[in-house]
């Protein structure tokens, strides 16, 4: 009997080694340890065993069942981990095949520059202000010290609507309108459309995008103006940005400055971008002149004040060097993507 | 304002380089704009005298030359057809640097040449610079120079600053005023011009003319010399030199000495012929509205009463400080001249010279408003040349009419208050000689700074501030981060917060950015196909616009969609999504200012319907958490397909459109057939969102869910279908989910099937399905009794 086992159990194991399939395993499986198998038919033969045998034996026939169940479960295993490296095998694609198209639209370059220049003044404590485009003459000049029929206005034509309104040609009339309604301390830039009456080529438009800023306190000096735009070219263009300031003239200012900042293309030595000047104009900036201090009711005796501007266009150009403004107000996709 | 630099030397000192100087004066306040180096180029090229010439023996376009160019005489081989024997050239020697490159020893059809004679181009000049210069071939000086000597000696070649002058500062508009400057800024001296006339003509010049002054607000100051025996030449050539660096003209000695004067002096001078000035009474008036006037460029100009003129007792003889008279003008038969030299309002010059279309070196002057003590000297420096210059003998005495003498202006000075403004910490006593050098009257004890004439922007302490300012150097203030200043926090208020939020999702949904024009151009109207009474033609019109296609501000912002896609079409970009987020402008009856509302614009083209244009709305109104939207057809926007088109509507606030562009309307802005847009109002958007947020629990009990397909008339919106299911479902009912509409076979004709999956739960039990079955009776019936549907077998 015991050899009839071992004979069982070894003719198993032979079959078992040359498994190609989950249909030929169940069929062995079925063979030896099936209710009907050569197994459990060793079994029903033990009624003619000893008493003594018997326990025997069956823990022998108990051992082989142990023995071909394992290894019909490894079998089993291998079986699956085949299968499925054949799948997987099979299942390979392409994958230098290009994604799926997803659509995914991209911010306009002006508004990546506002955003970034936002984001470097409310850093530094500043609030956004909005106000009109078509704006009363009396905000967009009369009140920044340039009367009707002040020289001033012929460098900054403007669109009117009528005598009195106006297409503002600078944001600068919503820092009045600020200064009318809420007290010092003031610290606020107005981003903003602006108008003036070029027309459309490569370096200009009749429409254009402005940040405006403006600090009223006790005590504020020019060196405090001179600092704030050094914090902020460094975030706006590099780390290693220096600045440089100009003495200029603007009416709502005194003093005034135009302010370069160092090439950003060259860091200053000179080169195509900057016109081999190592320097490229940004900014018109000043101390807020007492006179329109004293319009919006505030003493200039007490307070002072600094105000700076910048075009965004001419700013994203040079970021982007983008060489024709016209691209930014045409909107072909293919220029959009690119930012 | 350009300036020759030897004309600058003549009134300061200047112990610097060029770039040096550039930089220094740049920023003390007096922006080089370009140093425009004449002869830089150019070295060895020297004056000759072509001795002899003959013919090449090998070719008949080459001559050979010898030319004594002072030390030696050379042999050039040339072909320029336009010299002779005897003539005085430009030779540029063996090793001489041109623009062109190094002149070498050549042979030229086996005759060897030591040199080149040049045109004026190939020594980088203009004719502008040399107006005798030939326009082709080799320039000849028309005087014996001395031979061997370097042109840019003899020509006057040098380097000229090119400044740009600021509207305050009408001073800086002359080489004196620059070098005055340019003095302080280099702490060198300036030398201001030595002005003695001899005035040796017969008589006084009251004999000879009077002047009056009828309209003294316009004119403040007038002043008059004759010159008589006026001989007319060609001014002297370092004259010309000067006049043409300095970007103008040379016309004849008397005209140019006026012009050279008003360069240097910043006072515009004109010369009339006396004889042409009946009775000599210059008088100065307003022009008669419908006088006319020719003025000198022969143009017939017409005056109105806004005008100031220049007149003898008939006519005027010029317009004032724009332009002369050409009735007046002084030619080669003058014999007597009238010498101007006056003050005129610049307001008043400056809005003639607009009207009459003449802006002149002149006006340009004029309306910066200048300063009637420089009058005398100037006209003073105008008759020193003309007796230097030979052009005639000046009649002693001035006729000078000044009616309105400017009170001197005094301003007191703080250096607390300057330093505080400044952020600095500078010397008082430095200030004070600052000042001095700048020709103000510095009274040390009483603080008290008596401002020059030729300074009318000095005029409060921070003018003050601003001179000390540009001399101590902007960019020696010590940089500072409001350390006096209180604190603030920065940060964007809601609505610009709402306004990132829309424009982030429209980004993450797959939308282009863009950036339109606020103009638009009334014939936009049409081709939206608006009838002539519709609200959105009446627009924000611009008086002075830059043509009709930028005459009116928007009240829409189609069109420009519109263009954006027809721009992308027709460039062959297959489809496309764009968002933008900008300002629309109503016009408000008696309201001075019209209403503008920010909207956000969607469009777009290609591969899209309704349906996405509307999920891409409906996306938007759940990130911002708007609850109240609503659709309903629009069939009366005339812009917009009648089937294809919903009018959104949050609450009781209609808030704008979305749907296909008619297509009339997609052909008349040349934009593809399926065309989607959407103007949607921001702030009403913004209203009508909930951004507080609650947490509230997540359901703990199981759902059930019924599909139904209903028939109903095809007119049946889906809409009027979910509002009675919502009605009828009660609390259980948790999400309507349409997931199909059919039309077609086993549906009858006229008739939809809808098909809906309905959810029901409850928060706070297990449903059973008596209950839920209990509802969808209700529902059935509600949308029986209601819609006329029925249930789809
Ligand atoms: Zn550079």
New interface residues.
């Given amino acids: 009997m015991k050899e009839q086992l071992q004979a069982i159990a070894n003719e198993a194991l032979a079959k078992l080694e040359h498994v190609e399939d989950m249909k030929s395993l169940e069929e062995i499986r079925i063979l030896f340890l099936g209710k009907k198998g050569k197994l459990t038919s060793i079994l029903k033969g033990m009624g003619s065993l000893s008493a003594e045998e018997r326990p025997v034996v069956g823990q022998m026939v108990n051992d082989v069942r142990k023995q071909l169940e394992e290894k019909i479960q490894n079998t089993r295993s291998e079986l699956i981990r085949k299968e499925q490296e054949k799948n997987i095998a099979q299942e390979a694609i392409d994958v230098t095949m290009p994604g799926t198209i ?7 370059p ?2 990546q520059v506002l955003d970034e220049i ?1 984001e470097v ?8 202000a909005e106000g ?5 003459d009396y905000y967009n000049f009369e009140a920044l010290n340039i009367p009707k ?1 002040h ?2 206005r ?2 900054q034509d403007s ?4 005598e ?2 106006v ?1 503002r040609s600078q944001t600068s009339p919503v820092q009045i309108r600020v200064m009318e309604k809420q007290k010092p ?1 003031i ?1 606020i830039i107005c981003p903003g ?1 602006v108008y003036r ?1 070029d ?2 080529d490569a370096t200009h438009s ?2 254009f995008h402005q940040v405006e800023g403006l ?1 009223v ?8 103006l ?3 735009l ?2 902020f070219a460094k975030n706006l263009f590099g780390e290693e940005t220096d600045i ?6 603007f009416q709502f200012t ?5 302010v370069d900042v160092s090439c950003w293309t060259c860091g200053g030595k000179g080169c195509r971008v900057c016109k081999n000047e190592g320097w490229i104009e940004i900014l018109g900036a000043g ?1 807020v ?3 329109v201090l004293e319009t919006c009711g505030i003493d200039p005796k007490v307070y ?1 004040g600094f105000a700076f501007g910048l075009g965004v266009e001419r700013t994203a150009m040079g970021r982007f060097n983008i060489d024709d403004m016209r691209l ?7 220029f ?2 690119q930012f | 304002m350009k300036a020759p630099i030897s004309w600058l030397k003549d009134y300061v000192d200047i112990n610097v380089d060029m770039k040096k100087l550039a930089h220094l004066v740049t920023i003390s306040g007096s922006k080089v704009e370009a140093i425009d180096d004449l002869g830089k180029s150019i070295d060895k090229v020297v004056v000759g005298r072509i001795v002899s010439m003959e013919p090449h023996p090998d070719a008949d376009r080459l001559k050979i030359t010898q030319v004594d160019v002072g030390k030696e005489v050379i042999q050039i081989v040339t072909g320029a057809p336009n010299v002779s024997t005897g003539d005085y050239i430009p030779v540029a020697l063996v090793g001489a640097q041109l623009p062109g490159g190094v002149i070498k020893e050549t042979k030229l059809r086996g005759v060897e040449s030591y040199g080149m004679m040049c045109s004026i181009e190939e020594l980088n000049l203009t004719h502008d610079y040399l107006p005798d210069a030939p326009k082709d071939g080799v320039y000849i000086f028309n005087n014996e120079p001395e031979l061997g000597m370097d042109v840019k000696e003899v020509l006057g070649l040098e380097p000229v600053i090119e400044f740009e002058i600021t509207s305050n500062r009408p001073d800086c508009f002359s080489i004196v005023g620059l070098a005055r400057e340019t003095a302080v800024t280099l702490g060198t001296d300036f030398k201001k011009p030595e002005i003695t006339v001899k005035e040796e003509g017969e008589g006084k010049a009251s004999d000879f003319v009077s002047v009056s002054i009828r309209n003294s607000e316009l004119c403040s100051r007038y002043a008059a010399r004759t010159v008589t025996d006026v001989n007319i030449q060609p001014s002297p050539e370092w004259m010309q030199r000067r006049l043409a660096a300095a970007g103008m003209r040379p016309i004849n000695n008397i005209v140019d000495i006026t012009n050279y004067v008003m360069l240097e002096m910043g006072q515009p001078m004109h010369a009339f012929d006396l004889k042409c000035v009946d009775g000599g009474n210059i008088i100065v008036r307003s022009a008669q509205d419908g006088e006319t006037i020719t003025t000198l460029d022969g143009q017939k100009r017409k005056l109105d009463s806004s005008m100031l003129v220049i007149a003898d007792e008939n006519k005027p003889v010029a317009i004032a400080g724009i332009m002369g008279g050409a009735n007046s003008e002084v030619t080669s038969e003058s014999k007597m001249i009238l010498l101007e030299s006056a003050t005129f309002n610049g307001t008043s010059v400056r809005l003639t010279s607009k009207k009459v279309g003449i802006r002149s070196e002149a006006s340009n002057r004029f309306e910066k408003g200048l300063d009637s003590e420089n009058v005398i000297k100037a006209l003073d420096r105008c008759a020193q040349l003309i007796e230097q210059l030979g052009a005639g003998r000046v009649i002693p005495g001035i006729v000078d009419c000044y009616p309105v003498k400017p009170e001197p202006v005094k301003v007191q000075i703080n250096d607390v208050e300057i330093n505080r403004l400044l952020g600095t910490n500078i010397d008082k006593e430095w200030m004070f000689e600052l000042f001095e050098k700048l020709e103000f009257e510095v009274d040390r004890d009483s603080m008290m700074l008596t401002i020059p004439t030729f300074r009318p922007d000095v005029r409060v302490m921070a003018d003050l501030a601003e001179e000390v300012a540009r001399f101590y150097d902007y960019n020696n203030i010590k940089p500072t981060l409001l350390s006096g200043a209180t604190s603030t926090i920065g940060k964007k208020n809601h609505n610009q917060k709402m306004e990132d939020l829309i424009a982030q999702l429209m980004l993450s949904l797959g939308l282009f950015e863009t950036y339109s024009f606020s103009f638009t151009s009334p014939k936009v109207w049409d081709r939206m196909r608006l009838p002539e009474e519709h609200i959105l033609r009446d627009a924000v019109v611009i008086t002075n616009p830059l043509g009709e296609d930028f005459s009116i501000m928007r009240t829409t912002t189609i069109p420009e969609m519109l263009g954006i896609i027809k721009t992308n079409y027709n460039r062959k970009v297959e489809e496309g999504g764009f968002f933008e987020i900008s300002y629309v402008y109503k016009p408000i009856k008696e309201q001075l200012l019209p209403e503008e509302r920010k909207v956000l614009t969607i469009g777009l083209y290609g591969n899209v319907d309704f349906y996405y244009l509307k999920g891409i709305v409906e996306q938007l109104f759940a990130q911002m958490n708007i609850t109240n939207a609503d659709y309903s057809p629009e069939k009366n926007h005339p812009s917009y397909h009648p089937g294809r088109c919903a009018r959104v509507s949050l609450g009781n606030t209609d808030i704008g459109y979305i749907g296909e562009i008619h297509p009339e309307v997609a052909s008349n802005f040349e934009c593809p057939k399926r065309t989607y847009i959407a103007v949607l109002d921001i702030s009403h958007m913004i209203e009508n969102s909930n951004m507080v947020k609650e947490y509230s629990g997540l359901p703990k009990y199981p759902a059930i869910g019924r599909d139904i397909a209903l028939i109903v008339d095809e007119g049946v919106l889906v809409k009027d279908i979910e509002a009675v299911i919502k009605q009828r479902g009660g609390k259980i009912l948790e999400q309507i989910k349409l997931f199909d509409v059919y039309k077609g076979e086993q549906v009858p004709e006229g008739m939809k099937s809808v098909a809906y999956t309905l959810t029901f739960r409850s928060m706070d039990r297990t449903l059973v399905d008596e209950e839920v079955n209990k509802t969808m009776s209700k529902i059935l019936h509600g949308l029986k009794t209601n819609l006329n549907a029925t249930l789809r077998e």
Wanted: hydrophobic share 30%; glycine share 8%.
């Fill in positions: 997803l659509r995914t639209g991209k911010k306009h002006l508004t936002k003044f409310i850093g530094m404590g500043y609030e956004i009109p485009e078509v704006e009363l029929n020289p001033a012929d460098t669109f009117y609507i009528n009195n309104v297409l301390p610290k459309r009456s027309p459309v009749p429409i600090v306190d006790k005590g504020v000096t020019m060196g405090d001179i600092g704030t050094q914090v440089r300031l100009r003495p200029h003239h005194e003093p005034s400055a135009e101390m002149h007492p006179k002072s930014l107000y045409e909107n072909d996709i293919r959009l993507k």
